[in-house]
């Protein structure tokens, strides 16, 4: 398949993750079976993962790895999970893509990494006091088109 | 996206996923989702139409909770 990001676009990338702090894991879920974006979507996060050595990037198949999906409340595909990596360990905080993030969802999966390499929320304090006080499950699911 | 995001970031028990919509039709059909950006809180408990700052989802969230 030929490169989904042109040249200008990797290049504006990279002077994006230039401001990488510290190192992110990327979990790609997709499955052999019928899969419309799957194959599209891993190609598109390796190649941004190969734009900044602090990216680690893993491949997953749902069924095979269904353990490790099942951990990460991952149930389609594809999906993306994007992870703290503090040497061995990852941390996880809760962040998918669920369908290929290209469009407007390629700005939002390019935020979300450089969120979770600088390990800060970029919150105000009042909202943070609130949302770490809360002691039940919250799931946000905001939907978008790629156009 | 971005503030779903980083929402999530602050405690392990928020969880947030940006669904691409004309893959998950049918989750999208589900939550009656027409125009987007669309964000479903808690399976469906309460709905954000459109992109909203940060004080107005925190909000709804704040509503959510109360609401259970």
Redesign the interface.
């Known amino acids: 398949m030929p490169e989904l990001l042109n040249e200008q676009t990797r290049e504006e990338i990279r002077q994006v993750f230039k401001n990488l702090k510290e190192p992110v894991r990327i979990l790609f879920f997709g499955t052999q079976e019928q899969c419309?974006?799957c194959s599209e979507t891993r190609q598109l996060v390796e190649e941004v993962s190969a734009l900044s050595d602090k990216l680690n990037l893993t491949v997953h198949d749902i069924q095979v790895d269904d353990l490790l999906a099942h951990k990460f409340?991952v149930d389609?595909v594809p999906s993306l999970v994007?992870a703290s990596l503090d040497g061995q360990q990852v941390s996880?905080?809760?962040?998918?893509?669920?369908?290929?993030?290209s469009g407007q969802?390629f700005s939002?999966?390019i935020?979300?990494l450089a969120?979770?390499s600088g390990r800060?929320?970029?919150?105000?304090q009042?909202?943070?006091a609130?949302?770490?006080n809360?002691?039940?499950?919250?799931?946000?699911?905001?939907?978008?088109?790629?156009t | 996206m971005a503030l779903a995001h980083q929402f999530a970031m602050e405690n392990p028990l928020i969880q947030a996923e940006a669904v691409e919509a004309t893959e998950f039709r049918e989750l999208a059909a589900r939550h009656f989702v027409s125009g987007v950006p669309h964000t479903v809180i808690n399976d469906g408990k309460s709905h954000l139409v459109g992109a909203v700052p940060e004080a107005n989802l925190l909000a709804e969230i704040q509503r959510t909770l109360e609401l259970a």
């Open positions: 419309d974006y409340n389609r994007v996880d905080h809760g962040i998918r893509f669920s369908g290929i993030p969802e939002a999966f935020n979300a969120l979770v800060d929320s970029g919150l105000s009042q909202t943070r609130f949302l770490k809360i002691d039940t499950p919250i799931l946000l699911q905001v939907f978008a088109t790629p």
